[in-house]
């Protein structure tokens, strides 16, 4: 299981207008795939205006396939069009998930939303 992190650090005074855009793309994402990112956070401390998409995937073929559904949508590219220009910079991280024992509950959810259908 895999953990991806897209970060961006928006532009000074655009957090609302980012998050409202994000809500949107979220909502197509979430039409398109069945299901969105499992977590967005927003700073506290740190770097002003951070906005970070969590989402967790079984592996980067599984991640890869999900991407590729998303983002040849039309409705995905325009907002995507108008979120990046609320950004400043970004980033993506990918971490693998160590198994313990609340990890091996959250991977069983998965499997069993995979064989529902919905590929996560």
Do not use: C
């Not at 400043?88 to 609340?102: A, D, K, L, P």
């Amino acid at each position: 299981m895999i953990v991806v992190r897209d970060i961006f650090q928006l532009k000074f005074g655009k957090a609302k207008e980012a998050m409202d855009s994000l809500k949107r793309m979220i909502a197509n994402i979430v039409s398109l795939r069945g299901y969105g990112p499992d977590r967005v956070l927003t700073d506290l401390t740190g770097q002003y205006y951070t906005l970070i998409m969590e989402t967790t995937y079984n592996d980067l073929a599984d991640y890869d396939q999900a991407m590729h559904n998303t983002t040849s949508s039309d409705d995905w590219k325009k907002e995507y069009h108008l979120f990046v220009d609320l950004v400043e910079s970004g980033r993506r991280e990918i971490f693998n998930v160590v198994q313990t024992e609340q990890t091996e509950k959250q991977r069983m959810k998965a499997e069993a939303t995979a064989r529902a259908g919905t590929s996560r």
